[in-house]
């Protein structure tokens, strides 16, 4: 049953409202109430079902049918109010419609003087991209108050939310767009929903790391990173090493249990990749990911520590690779002079390559009893993967149904093939949502810990090992999943979600490559000496090739 704890007569537009605030709880039955019980732990943030029962909804007075918007209070950014006066010279002002009108006895709204109250909320209604909301109410002053009091007092009380930020922006990070992004579409989010904010403007790779070490970071409730997969990644270590070495554990040992850091991460993606982002909320959107940061989404994931046969190497977010891709980050290092083609390039090459790697692997697997089993075999490449990485150019990521935090990472064997069996790979991780242990070159495990023996007789043998986009060294590698090690300010996503988000997105591509044809036609109709040039190029073109 639901009780009614506030109701108000309002105007929105020119149109008279009930404005309610309601709760799916018959024990509570004012607002009085509604902020002791949360005061007193009785209903906890995370009790997530009674807060997102809380709603204003608004009632027209006019027409018992209409329901205007309804606002889940705990998706509110910002109340605010301006007093507004009928002595105002401007004819079109609200309050003069208003006075004009009788809504009734009850609802009359005092025609002296009113307040004109903005919500400003987070709309979640339309596919998966979180957007914000404005309503402009109009009320009598002392409505207006105990409205602009409450829910003041309410959304103090709400114990996920961050109160105190430190963001980290890599001006550099997706062609220099870091600033641009961060200031004109999240810094006034982030004050709209009065977030104290430091800010640091990264001016060099490992500026980030520096800060996290040296400095006491105790007082924020989140760090969060502007930028792409490589400043996530730098944060992610930074706040992992520091609260394994105040915990006095030794990351060397890779047996150690580590532990949880205090601070929760948030990602505004403006990267090239952002493999994180998609990964955690389905999209790179920057206002979805500031969204869910201001609201204080929490999501645990897993990460897994690599370690080489001497010491720890890195932590892995993403994704693992040894052999085919990690070739390719090594290429394309050394072919920067060509800019974002570079990628594109190396993959022909290496594809051309058609290199494997003789390998030993010992798997831990997930299963009731962990089982181990051991691999040997060529391999064109080895991949773990602890997110989808779902990206441009991967429709649905390598491994869509890996789980952000069950303790496991998914382990992909490609086999040794043909040319034509390797592309058929390369094109299911582009566009399938299925399985990739479907082909009969890839064998998929689910597991907690592998390690991975090169068996060379030379060191040139050996293939190139990569974790999260960067090189490693190593002769012997072993990974090992850690449960639910990082906290971030993250909805999550299912498998489901992408396939909708997919869907999505094929109709907005479609319909512009149907504009694009259009437009090429009515250039090629209006000008006629394109046709007759277009005539002559495939005539060339043919001839030259055949
Ligand atoms: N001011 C800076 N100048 C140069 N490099 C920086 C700066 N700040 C951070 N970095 C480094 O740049 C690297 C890449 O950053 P980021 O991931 O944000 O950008 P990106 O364009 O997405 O790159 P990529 O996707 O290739 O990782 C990070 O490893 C980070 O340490």
């Given amino acids: 049953m639901s009780s009614i704890l506030f109701s108000t007569s309002c105007y929105i537009k020119t149109e008279p409202y009930n404005l309610c605030i309601s709760i799916d709880n018959d024990s509570i039955s004012t607002t009085d109430e509604l902020l002791m019980k949360i005061d007193t732990s009785e209903i ?98 002392t409505s207006a108050q105990q409205l602009y009091s409450v829910l003041n007092q309410y959304l103090s009380k709400l114990k996920d939310r961050p109160r105190n930020l430190l963001v980290f922006i890599n001006p550099e990070c997706g062609n220099g767009k870091g600033s641009a992004v961060y200031e004109e579409q999240i810094l006034p989010l982030f004050e709209e929903a009065k977030i104290n904010i430091k800010t640091i403007y990264t001016e060099r790779a490992n500026h980030a790391r520096d800060y996290i070490t040296e400095e006491s970071i105790d007082d924020y409730d989140g760090l969060i990173c502007v930028g792409g997969d490589g400043m996530f990644s730098e944060i992610c270590h930074s706040i992992l090493l520091k609260t394994a070495q105040q915990a006095g554990l030794n990351i060397n040992d890779p047996t150690t249990h580590l532990k949880r850091p205090n601070l929760r991460i948030g990602v505004i993606p403006a990267g090239s990749t952002d493999a994180v982002a998609f990964g955690t909320t389905g999209h790179n959107d920057p206002i979805t990911n500031a969204l869910q940061i201001i609201i204080g989404k929490s999501l645990l994931i897993d990460i897994a520590t690599v370690h080489n046969e001497r010491s720890f190497v890195c932590f892995m977010a993403t994704m693992f690779t040894y052999g085919f891709f990690g070739n390719i980050i090594e290429q394309s290092d050394n072919w920067r002079f060509f800019g974002p083609l570079r990628y594109s390039l190396a993959g022909f090459v290496q594809f051309i390559r058609n290199a494997s790697y003789h390998t030993k692997l010992s798997i831990t697997q997930v299963s009731e009893k962990s089982s181990q089993i051991k691999c040997e075999g060529h391999y064109e490449a080895i991949i773990c993967l602890n997110m989808p990485c779902r990206c441009d150019k991967s429709k649905f990521g390598m491994s869509p149904s890996v789980h952000l935090a069950d303790g496991s990472f998914d382990v992909i064997l490609v086999k040794h093939s043909w040319r034509l069996t390797f592309l058929r790979f390369l094109h299911h991780i582009a566009r399938h949502s299925r399985a990739v242990e479907e082909l009969s070159n890839v064998q998929r495990y689910r597991a907690t810990e592998v390690v991975i023996h090169p068996i060379v007789s030379r060191p040139k043998e050996l293939g190139n090992w990569a974790c999260d986009g960067e090189l490693i060294e190593g002769n012997e590698i072993r990974i090992r999943a850690h449960h639910q090690l990082l906290n971030l300010f993250a909805s999550g996503i299912h498998l489901d979600q992408i396939k909708k988000i997919n869907e999505e997105e094929s109709k907005v591509v479609s319909t512009s490559v149907m504009k694009k044809i259009s437009s090429i036609i009515d250039i090629l109709t209006a000008k006629p000496w394109c046709l007759v040039f277009l005539f002559f190029l495939l005539l060339f073109l043919f001839f030259y090739f055949f």
Avoid: A, P
């Fill in 44 to 141: 906890r943030s995370n009790s997530i079902n009674i807060l997102d029962s809380i709603q204003i909804y608004f009632k027209s007075l006019t027409n018992d049918d209409i329901l205007s918007e309804r606002i889940i209070l705990n998706k509110l950014l910002s109340i605010k109010q301006n007093e507004v006066s009928v002595n105002e010279s401007d004819s079109s002002s609200l309050l003069q419609r208003i006075s004009s009108k009788e809504i009734g006895k009850d609802n009359k709204i005092s025609s002296s003087q009113s307040t004109q109250v903005n919500l400003t909320y987070v709309d979640i209604s339309e596919s998966f991209l979180w957007t914000v909301k404005r309503i402009e109410l109009e009320m009598d002053c």
